[in-house]
Each structure stands twice: as structure tokens, then as C-alpha cells.
């Protein structure tokens, strides 16, 4: 008991076990491979993989592609990091990995640090070790993808502990560094946006603010918040440039509902499941779309009760504001309102009450909120020991331990993309996205007439939505299925015009059939909303040599090229071979064509190209024949 009581006074030997604890009970997490989205922001992503194409892919959207605008998200910072790490490792997952947990290890000791200039010791102790183990957060840091959260997290709360540790009136210097680090941590994952009112929080929490103290808070604090709201200007100013838009522009994935009747219905559901995800963390899962967390078109018993309970912790955290500041060494009351407080500011962006966001619950995002919800605990089970402190200790261990082996158990489901996958129909077998999984995998083993099923029923739970369309018809145009994909890609273009993403597939799917004039059109729809695909021109010079415009053709090549550089689209190298066979050239013609039958193809699109060469070099023997349009009917 007096090495225990010596560690509760120890801020040194608290920060070192607390990050030892973190390193040791996500270990297991360091052998995972890729899984699930990291295969589209990391391994697919060939522009963040060279130190050349790095600063581009920096100021790009944050999911590559064409689907990169309409995915409506723009992190530089995760991206740079990414980036680096990929060259780094060579594109080996351990150094991902091992930067997530050390990554998470570190924000542990920065919760610690700062929660210990608000709380006392042990309070702040016992709520970074409920942070460092809590199962909530094994989907940021098993999951590659998941440093987004973490480094954005590390960075937010070492720029709210450089403003606590400053004096009452903020200088410049001071505000500076609050900002840069503020633009560092909104760089890597939008949530950060909050930390103006966590500034305001932590002041708040450590005085008695009044309405007639406001003029002189103002006054020593306005360079702080003139440097952050320079800092968030900037930010969104970049975002809206490149994405063309300053939030998320899709709303949940099937719950297109939410945009015409009352969110609150549907709000109060989720409300229920942040309380049962940090008390009894048993039941977890990659997804709470529909069918894991319904879409309520009216009042309902569990919704009543998710009121209920916001609406009784609330009150709770207000009473327990109302107890006295908070300082370092002090066990108050008001830590409990403080992480409710928090829990909510930093909860705000995704809460889909203020406008829609992509997700209904996602854990991943519980990660900087659960900094409060940390702290409110903390504090409770500090404050319980002061009459039993054998049986404060005791439940304090269990919880650990418990959390602590949730944690060890759930990150391997993170393994690679089967376990991941296995792991979510296993845990919610007819949610929309797990028969979405069951499709694909369907569809990769021939099982095609299964896959349908499966694709229909996903469709039907998730509401036809754009990006399901979109990725289904993805999937059957790796499988050769044009026709349907046709189908799918017309439904989603008629419900989101303004996106490019289905009138691009489109356009390169009517390229492969070899319909110029339809793949002209559709890749000026294209490049009217997105000027930055890749693809779509050169999709758009062969469709103009096609039909004999080879003026135009070669400007749009010419400037595709210069724009973007060479590319390895069969488009590009056939748009030469009828450019070079218009001037006369046979041989440089049908080294085009060699160059274009030299990349990874499919079947219609290699029979396609045999077609052309024929039709267009001299003494070139037939023997394909254009084939595109063989594929079963779906919709």
C-alpha cells in the first residue's frame, strides 16, 4: 500500500505506467495487416507511396480516386504521416502498427498530464489507465487508418495543455503555438474544429466565470482566440477549395431518411449506446448503421429512454459543476461535469443534430470525447475510495483488468480484411453494410446469383444510397458485369448529379464498350464537376480521336499529360495509336497499341483494343472480335 500511495503522488512513475500499461495491452495489435478502409486511403493509393507525389496527394482529398471529392473529407496531416510511413516500412504494416500504439501510448500520458492540472494525481491517474485499456478504442488504434484519431487527439490535447500551463493573460507566443498546434491536430481529423470551446471549458472549469467576468476574460484571452479562429479560417478556406465543400456532403449510410423527419428520434437511440459502449463495452462492431441502430420515425420506448438518460446525466453534471473549481491536486465534484462537458463539445461534430454527418455511431470517434468521459470516471471511482478505499481499489483493478482483456480480444478482429470481415457478420449478420460484405465476398468466390441477393438486401436496408450504388458497380465492373454496373450507376447519377463519381464509372464503362459519343458526354459531365480526375480525360481524347476529332483529342491528351503526367489508362495509349495512324505512322501506331495491351486488362476491354488495332493498322490479322455487352441483367 505505501508503493501504491507513493505512485498516487509520483506524477513521473504515473506517466510511465500509465504508457506501459497502453504499449502492453494493445501489443497484439503490432502483427495486424491491412484491413477495410485501409486498403483505400493506404494501399491503393499510389500518390501517397513516393516522396515525388507525396506534397500532391498532401493537398488532395483524403480518399483517393474519383470517388476522392464526393468522399468529402480532406486530412493533411494523416495523409503526410501516412505517406511517410509507407516509404518508410516500404509498405509493410508492422511500422503502421507500432506508430498507432506508441501513437496511443502517448496520448494516454498526455490525457494524464493534463487531467493532472484539473484533478488530483490519483483521479488523474485512474482516468488515463480507464483511457489507455478502455476497449472503445481498439478500432483507432488496431486499425491503420484508425492514426487519424490518434494523432489528431495527441495533438488537440498538447495544445489545451499549453494553454493551461500559461498565465491568465495569453501572449502572442503562447497563442501562436496553441494555433499551430490546433492546425496540426484539424489537419488530422476534423473533430479537432472543437477545440475553441475546450479552451473555453478548461477556463471555465478552473474559475467562476460570470456574465459580468466575460469583458475581462475577453480581454486576456482574445489573442488565443483571434489565433485559433485565424487557424480554423485557413483550414476550412483549404478544405472548401479542394473539396468544394466544407462538410461531409453525404448524410449516414442508409439513413438518407434522417434529411426529412425529425433527427431527434433517431439521435436518441445513439444516445443510449455512447452510455452502454463506455459502461459495458461487451457487444462492439465496426458498424451501427440500420438494423444495428434503427431509424426512428417516432417516439419508441428505447429512444424514450435514450432521453431519458441524456437528459438525467445532464442534470447530474450540472449539479455536479456547481460543486467548486477544479485545480491540480484537488478532488472536485466539478470533474464530473467537466467530462460531461467535454464528452458533448468534442462529440458535436458528429452527433447528426446540428447538420448530417457519414456515420450514426462510429467507435473510432469516440476517441478524443472519451478524454471527458475518462476524467468524469476517474474521478468517480477516486472519490468512492474515500470511505471504502480497499473496495475502491478492488473495483478499480477488476475494471482495468476487464477492460483490459476486452481490449486484447477485440484487436485481433483487425487482423487483415477476412478476419475483419467474418468478424462483423459474425457480431451483426443482417445489418446493411454485413450483407454488403457478404456480396463482395459472394462475388469474388463466382457466387454470383448469392451476390445479388446479398446486394439487394443491402441495397434495400441501406436506402439505395449514393456510395453503395457506386462502390456495387465498382465491384461487377472488376467482374466484367458492365451491364448491371450500367444499371446501378444511372440510379445513383439521377439521385446525386452533382457528384462525379457515377458519370465517371459510367463514362469508362461506355469506353470499354467502345460508344465514343456517350463516353464523351459523360466525361464532360465528369470533368464539369471534377476537374482533377485523372481518368476522365484521357477517356475523353480517345472518345474525340474515335470520332475523327484528332485536333481536339490531341489538346485534350496533350494537356492531360502535362497536367497529370503519363498514366497507365489503355485510353491514353490507344487516343496515340489513332493520333499516330492519322498521321500516317503504322509502326508508332501499333507500339501504342503494344503499350496498351501490355497493362492489366480485362477481357472486353483487351478485345476492345484487338478490335481497333485491326480496324486501324495495316496487316494486322484478325483474330478477336469486340465482345462488351455479355453480362446478366441485374436491376
Not at 472503445?136 to 490518434?150: L, Q, W, Y
Not at 448524410?251 to 431518411?257: E, F, H, I, R, V
Not at 459502461?279 to 451501427?288: M, T
Request: aromatic letters at 10%; a neutral charge.
Amino acid at each position: 500500500m505505501k508503493r501504491l500511495a507513493g505512485l498516487l503522488q509520483d506524477r513521473r512513475a504515473a506517466l510511465l505506467l500509465v504508457s506501459t500499461v497502453a504499449v502492453v495491452v494493445y501489443a497484439n495489435a503490432v502483427p495486424n495487416q491491412f484491413a477495410y478502409d485501409d486498403h483505400h486511403i493506404v494501399v491503393n493509393n499510389e500518390a501517397i507511396q513516393s516522396l515525388e507525389t507525396l506534397p500532391g496527394a498532401v493537398v488532395s482529398p483524403y480518399w483517393p480516386g474519383v470517388f476522392g471529392r464526393a468522399g468529402g473529407l480532406w486530412r493533411p496531416t494523416s495523409q503526410l504521416l501516412l505517406g511517410l510511413q509507407w516509404i518508410a516500412a516500404d509498405g509493410s504494416p508492422w511500422l503502421f502498427h507500432l506508430t498507432n500504439v506508441l501513437g496511443h501510448a502517448a496520448v494516454s500520458a498526455l490525457v494524464l498530464l493534463l487531467l493532472a492540472e484539473l484533478m488530483s494525481l490519483p483521479g488523474a491517474l485512474v482516468a488515463a489507465l480507464l483511457f489507455a485499456v478502455h476497449p472503445v478504442h481498439v478500432e483507432a488504434v488496431a486499425n491503420v487508418v484508425g492514426m487519424s484519431e490518434i494523432v489528431s487527439t495527441g495533438f488537440f490535447l498538447a495544445a489545451c495543455l499549453v494553454h493551461v500551463r500559461g498565465p491568465t493573460e495569453t501572449r502572442w507566443g503562447r497563442a501562436v503555438a496553441v494555433a499551430v498546434l490546433y492546425t496540426v491536430a484539424f489537419g488530422a481529423k476534423e473533430g479537432a474544429v472543437t477545440l475553441p470551446g475546450i479552451v473555453f471549458l478548461l477556463d471555465a472549469a478552473r474559475s467562476d466565470l460570470s456574465l459580468r467576468d466575460l469583458p475581462r476574460y475577453v480581454a486576456e484571452r482574445w489573442r488565443v482566440y483571434l489565433a485559433l479562429a485565424v487557424s480554423a479560417s485557413l483550414m476550412l478556406m483549404a478544405r472548401s477549395e479542394i473539396l468544394g465543400t466544407i462538410a461531409d456532403p453525404f448524410g449516414p449510410l442508409g439513413a438518407d431518411l434522417l434529411a426529412e423527419i425529425p433527427r431527434i428520434w433517431t439521435v436518441s437511440e445513439v444516445w443510449g449506446n455512447y452510455v452502454r459502449l463506455w459502461v459495458l463495452p461487451l457487444d462492439l462492431s465496426s458498424d451501427y448503421g440500420p438494423n444495428v441502430i434503427p431509424i426512428s420515425i417516432g417516439w419508441t420506448l428505447s429512444n424514450g429512454l435514450g432521453v431519458a438518460l441524456a437528459l438525467g446525466i445532464l442534470g447530474l453534471a450540472l449539479a455536479a459543476w456547481r460543486t467548486g473549481v477544479m485545480a491540480a491536486g484537488r478532488s472536485s465534484g466539478r470533474a464530473a461535469g467537466f467530462g460531461v462537458a467535454w464528452f458533448i463539445i468534442t462529440m458535436s461534430p458528429v452527433l447528426n443534430v446540428f447538420f448530417l454527418v457519414g456515420v450514426l455511431l462510429a467507435e473510432r470517434t469516440l476517441y478524443l470525447p472519451s478524454v471527458g468521459l475518462s476524467a468524469a470516471s476517474g474521478w468517480m471511482l477516486v472519490r468512492f475510495s474515500r470511505g471504502r478505499p480497499r473496495a475502491a481499489l478492488l473495483a478499480t483493478g477488476v475494471i482495468l483488468a476487464a477492460a483490459s482483456a476486452r481490449t486484447w480480444t477485440r484487436s485481433p478482429t483487425w487482423m487483415d480484411n477476412d478476419t475483419m470481415l467474418e468478424a462483423l457478420i459474425a457480431d451483426y449478420p443482417y445489418s446493411g453494410r454485413a450483407q454488403w460484405v457478404l456480396g463482395d465476398a459472394f462475388m469474388v468466390r463466382g457466387r454470383t446469383s448469392d451476390a445479388f441477393r446479398s446486394y439487394r438486401a443491402a441495397v434495400d436496408l441501406l436506402d439505395s444510397h449514393y456510395q453503395i450504388m457506386t462502390e456495387f458497380a465498382q465491384t461487377m465492373m472488376h467482374q466484367e458485369l458492365y451491364r448491371p454496373a450500367e444499371g446501378l450507376l444511372r440510379h445513383a447519377w439521377r439521385r446525386e448529379p452533382h457528384f462525379p463519381l457515377a458519370p465517371g464509372l459510367l463514362a469508362e464503362i461506355y469506353s470499354i464498350w467502345g460508344r465514343p459519343e456517350q463516353a464523351e458526354h459523360l466525361s464532360r459531365v465528369t470533368l464539369t464537376i471534377d476537374e482533377d480526375d485523372r481518368l476522365r480525360p484521357h477517356i475523353l481524347a480517345w472518345s474525340l480521336a474515335s470520332q475523327g476529332k484528332f485536333v481536339e483529342a490531341r489538346e485534350v491528351r496533350e494537356a492531360a499529360i502535362l497536367r497529370f503526367g503519363l498514366r497507365d489508362f489503355w485510353q491514353q495509349w490507344v487516343t496515340l495509336a489513332y493520333l499516330e495512324a492519322d498521321a500516317g505512322d503504322s509502326t508508332a501506331a501499333s507500339g501504342a497499341f503494344d503499350r496498351a495491351s501490355a497493362l492489366e486488362l480485362s477481357t472486353v476491354e483487351r478485345e476492345l483494343i484487338d478490335s481497333l488495332r485491326v480496324a486501324l493498322v495495316p496487316g494486322v490479322p484478325p483474330d478477336t472480335v469486340q465482345g462488351a455487352d455479355r453480362a446478366p441483367v441485374l436491376w
